[in-house]
Structure formats: C-alpha cells, structure tokens
C-alpha cells in the first residue's frame, strides 16, 4: 500500500512538472473542440465511393498489430523533430477502418501461411500451409491434392489483369507465396527443403510453383538462392557459401523464366543499378530478386545498392498499370515481423515507417475513383506500450516510473521473446543503457529464441471503390471477397453486373486485354434478358 501512495505521488510530481511542456494551444478546449468539428465534418461530406475497382492494391504489414502501428507513427513525428504522437500516418487517411478476426482453424494464435491463404484466398485454414483449404495437414503432401485453393492474385489474371507481387522478404516466403502457390509446408521454399516423401507423393516446391502456376508480371523480393542449382554462386556475394544455389534438380528457374517470356520485353535483375534502368513504359514483366533470401532491413539498407519499398512498389505500379483492364498488387512489408521476431523494436518500426512511404507513394500513383487500396496486417507481434511516457518521450526510450525492483524499463517491451535476460533473479541494469539503437533488443517477460505472434485482432484499412465494405468486425477471409467483389474478379459478378449491364436491346461487346471481353459482355446480356423475363413473369 505504502509503495502504490509513493508511486502515486511520484507521478502527480512528474506530472505536474512535464505540464509546463505542453503546447499551449492544448490547454485551451477550443483547440480540441475546433479540431473534433473539422473531422466531423469531413466525415459528414465523405460520400461512398460504389463504382468497380479497375486497380486493387494490398499493403500488408506481416506483423504489423496495432501496437506496431501506433509506436511507428510516433517514431515518424518524432524523426522529423515533432512529439510524434499526433504524427498523422498515410494509413491514418483512409476513411473506412474495420478489425480482421485472425485465428486459423487449428490455433488461436496464427502464422503469416494460414492468414495469407485466408486474406488472398478467402478460405481459413491451418498453421503452416498455403494455398490449400483445412483438409491438407501441415507437411502431409498427400493431404494437398484436391485441397488447393486459388487467390485473388489468380481471379484478377484470369479477369484479363496484370499482376504483381512486391516483397522486402524472399518471394518464396509465406505471405508472396500464397498468392500463386499450394503447399503443404510453407518452408518447401526449393525442393533441397522438401523430404523425399512428398517429392514421391508428387507435391512441387515453392520457387518452381513461382514461374508456373500464374503468370504473374512483376515479382520483386528476394530468394534467388532458391532459383539456382545447387552450389551457383550468388552474382552479389560469390564466396558466402550460405548465399550459394539450393536446389538439387538442376533446375535454374531464372534462366527458365526468362526462356518462357521470349517475344515479351522481359527484365531479370538483381541489382539496384540494373533495377534502375528498367523503363515501366516498355517492360512487360520484371522478376527482380535482390537478395539471395531477405533484403536488408531498411536501417541498413544501403540506398546505392538497394532499392527502397517506395522504389520497387512505384517501379511496379507504373509497369502494372500500363493495362487498361487494370491490375492486382500486393505489396508486402514482411521485415516487420522478422524484426520483432528477434525482439528488435527499433528496426521493427522503421521497417513500418518505410511501408508507410510505400503506401503514399501508391496513392500518388493512382485515383481514389478506381482503385481500391486495402492496408491491413497478418497478424500481431507480442509488443506492448507501457509505463506513462510523457509526450514526447521517445518512443524507443525508458518510462519515468521505475519498477517495484528499483530499476527502469523501456516503454516497449516483448510479452516473449529473446530480450528475457534475468540474472540471479533480476532483471539488467538500464540505467546507462541506449535503448534507442537499432541492435538494443527490448526486455520480454518469457524466455524465447524468437518471439511468438500474438492473437489479437488487426486493423483493416480502405479507401477507393467499396471501401465501405471493410468496416467491421469481419473473420479475415471476409477480405478476399470484399475485394473480389469491389473489383468483379472471381465468381461473384453481382456488382460488376449492377454497374455496367447494358440496355436491353442494345449488345454491347469490347475487346478484352486477353481476349475474354466477349464472353463476359454475352453473360451480362444474358443476365440482363433472365431479369427481364423474371420481372414480366411476376407481373403477368
């Protein structure tokens, strides 16, 4: 009791004293009042944006909770030599905000594998799998065949659009993977990963899936070890023998690619000088693999060696959109989770800092009246915020009121993970410690080799055409086909068919970019001609 009055005290005390920093217009309520009436205009004027989708973009943040979401936008204000936390993030635009549901159907708490097939999918599924329904088991190649479900990757290729997929992890990695491949183990990323077994039962690796399953126009990550026979020296780093070609059919799956495009403006690069050099206007298809597994983290990043997600996400967009039946983007920043694994806090939130760039550089590359843009996470990280920072405080930083051990804490910390470093029953010193550099791993109350996800739900973020349909409290396959249907890709036409079905009397037809229009201009008339039967059969 004696040490909640003395902790109560000391606040009151820091309290009062941090008051004088506060900016003054805060202390006056019509600040507050003024700024609460501007919003709500805004939200008054706001109208729904019905038409078709022409473009979907899909930002996803692998590990990106809340929590993440919030200390990053802080972090921003606080770089650019503000508080930080009325920082106003390119995700805190987008009017239309729901929540994703993310448990899987075997595990409360979720990998990126099963939301991935759930989110571009539209099916929930198990721990550990992608591209296949509940029926397939983790590592059972047997249980995959019959069990393979499409993405909306697939839906908008076969809707005439370009496609692409844009990744700061490997592209064989379990989020990028799931948009054009079925495994029953999300680590067959190249068949030296797989067991004998399920080579005999007939299941094929990730990589090679890559280059057969869709054709997918842009591909930008990294991965090329997974791409090259067995021992290839990597271009970047010959003599790091862990960077070396895994696989061990032989098979050189760039070579292959670039084999497969021939008569098409085609590039494969693997360098940012040669990336640069790309024209968007005349290229057909990019694979661009820069590392051989993940890029770097954006804190080492080398930006003469490297491209930035802003650059390859721009790069991607301008080849994309070249098609006038549109396109389906998924952009991903996978590093996010990576970086908290390892209980990074630092790199976690300039990793989501970099992906918030890419978002705005994707809003400037395109209109609001036709595309959607869809930003949202996988699932959370364990990270909390915690300990009554003052405004301003670094986010990266330690909180004024120490603990009951008479020792300091940092504002963020791990429910688990690797930064668990009791000694003799105590916890370390921080005292004369920076905690805002990026190697600093923040304190975790359980001990792990890595942390572990966390279950809570994730924020889903809209704007553009059926925005309005991700508000909510949704299960997160529901995403799919929101987008499925906001764009008139998959098997739900209803929307696509209320926009633009033709007058009845009139046949309509247009060219489509790969020779589908016809067919689907026939089967908006015909539902057009069904309706209007059914219509004079109620009235007769």
Known sequence: MKWKQGATMALFLLVTLRLSWAKVEEENPDYWRSQARETLQSALDRKLNTNVAKNILFFLGDGMGVTTYTAARI?????????????????????????????????????????????????????????????????????????EVTSILKWAKDAGKSVGVVTTTRVQHATPATTYAHSASRKWYSDADMPDSAKKDGCTDIASQLIKNIDIDVIIGGGRKYMTPRGTKDPEYPWDFSSRGKRRDGRNLIQEWQSMKTGKVAHYVWNKTDFDAVDPETTNYLMALFEPGDLQY?????????????????????????????????????????????????????????????????????????????????????????????????????????????????????????????????????????????????????????????????AVLARGPMAHLFSGVQEQ?????????????GTDMRHCQSESLPPLGHSTFSTDWNGSGVVQASAALISGLLSLILVLTVLM
Not at 477 to 489: D, F, P, T
Request: hydrophobic fraction near 35%.
């Open 298 to 458: 954006e804190a080492d990043r080398d930006p003469i060696l490297d491209p930035s997600i802003v650059e390859t996400t721009e790069k991607a967009i301008r080849i994309l959109q070249k098609n006038p039946k549109g396109f389906f983007l998924l952009v991903e920043g996978g590093r996010i989770d990576q970086a908290h694994h390892a209980g990074q806090a630092y790199m976690a939130l300039h990793e989501a800092i970099a992906f918030d760039k890419a978002i705005a550089k994707g809003l400037e590359l395109t209109k609001d009246e036709e595309t959607l843009t869809i930003v949202t996470a996988d699932h959370s990280q364990p990270l909390t915020f915690n300990g009554f920072p003052f405004r301003g405080q670094s986010i990266l930083g330690k909180s004024p009121l120490w603990a009951t051990d008479m020792l300091p804490y940092t504002t963020l910390m791990y429910g688990n993970g690797p930064g668990n470093k009791i000694i003799n029953g105590k916890r370390p010193d921080i005292r004369n410690v920076t905690t805002k550099s990026k190697d600093y791993i923040q304190f975790s109350a359980v001990p792990m080799k890595s942390t572990t996800h966390s279950g809570e739900d994730v």
């Open 477 to 489: 396959n529901y995403i799919a086909h929101a987008m499925a249907y906001a764009a008139c890709v």
């Open 75 to 147: 972090l921003k204000g606080q770089l650019q030599n503000q508080s930080g936390e009325d920082t106003v993030m390119t995700m805190d635009t987008f009017p239309h905000v729901g929540l994703a549901k993310t448990y899987s159907v075997d595990f409360q708490i979720p990998d990126s594998a099963a939301t991935a097939t759930a989110y571009l999918c539209g099916v929930k599924t198990n721990l550990n799998v992608i591209g296949v329904n509940a029926a397939a088991r983790n590592g059972v190649c047997r249980t995959q065949k019959g069990n």
